[in-house]
C-alpha cells in the first residue's frame, strides 16, 4: 500500500524513516502507521520516557536517547525558558543552541549524540533512507551542511526540515546561505526546509 506525507514522498511496509526530534512521537506515530521502519531520536529524557511507553515492543520503532549532531559528543541540550512550568509540554523547544531565544543558559541537560552521517551510513549499506523529518530547533544547519559535505545526504531521499531563523536572528544567515548551496548543488528536489 502507498501512502502519501507530503506530494512524491511514497512511504510504505519497505521505508526507512528518520524521526529526528521526535519528542513524544506525534510524526513517529505517523510513519509507524505505513508499516515503516522508523528510527525515532529524542535527547530530552522526560518526552524520551513517554516515547518509551508509547512505542516499546513495537518492532518497527527504534527509540534513541540521543541528539543527532556533527559528531558523538556529550552536548548540552538547552531547556525551553518555560519549562519549569511543564517540563514535557516545552520540551519540543529545546535545543543544543544556547543562543536560541526561547531557551534557559542556565536550565539543561548533559544528553548523548551520534554523529549522524555516521548513522546514516551504517543503516544504509543495502538500502535508502526515504524519508528524514528534523526538527532539532536551531541546529539543522550544521546538521544539514555537515550531512551535504559527508555525502551521506546521498543515502536520502528526502529531507523536510523546519528552520528556526525567523525567530533567531543569529540562524539567518547560516540558514540563508544553506539554501543557497542546497540549491547550487541542485539538492532543492531532496531537502525540503518549509514544513
Not at 506525534?26 to 535527547?43: I, L, Q
Not at 509540554?89 to 542556565?106: A, E, F, Q, R
Amino acid at each position: 500500500e502507498t501512502s502519501f506525507i507530503i506530494p512524491d514522498i511514497n512511504l510504505n511496509n519497505n521505508s526507512i524513516v528518520l524521526d529526528i526530534g521526535a519528542n513524544i512521537g506525534r510524526f513517529t506515530s505517523v510513519f509507524f502507521r505505513y508499516g515503516c521502519k522508523v528510527y525515532s531520536f529524542e535527547p530530552t529524557k522526560k518526552a524520551f520516557n513517554i516515547l518509551l511507553n508509547r512505542f516499546s515492543g513495537i518492532n518497527n520503532v527504534i527509540l534513541k536517547n540521543n541528539a543527532c549532531w556533527i559528531e558523538e559528543t556529550k552536548i548540552n541540550l538547552y531547556h525551553h525558558e518555560l519549562s519549569d512550568y511543564n517540563e514535557v509540554y516545552w520540551s519540543d523547544g529545546n535545543s543544543l543552541m544556547k543562543d536560541k531565544s526561547n531557551v534557559s543558559k542556565n536550565n539543561y541537560e548533559e544528553v548523548d549524540a551520534i554523529d549522524l552521517s555516521k548513522f546514516i551510513f551504517d543503516i544504509t549499506k543495502e538500502q535508502q533512507i526515504d524519508l528524514i523529518k528534523m526538527d532539532i530547533e536551531g541546529a539543522e544547519v550544521d546538521v544539514i551542511n555537515y550531512l551535504i559535505d559527508t555525502k551521506a545526504i546521498d543515502k536520502v531521499n528526502y529531507l523536510i526540515c523546519e528552520t528556526h531563523e525567523k525567530k533567531n536572528n543569529f540562524l539567518l544567515e547560516g540558514t540563508n546561505l544553506l539554501k543557497d548551496k542546497v540549491k547550487k548543488l541542485g539538492l532543492d528536489n531532496k531537502i525540503y526546509f518549509n514544513w
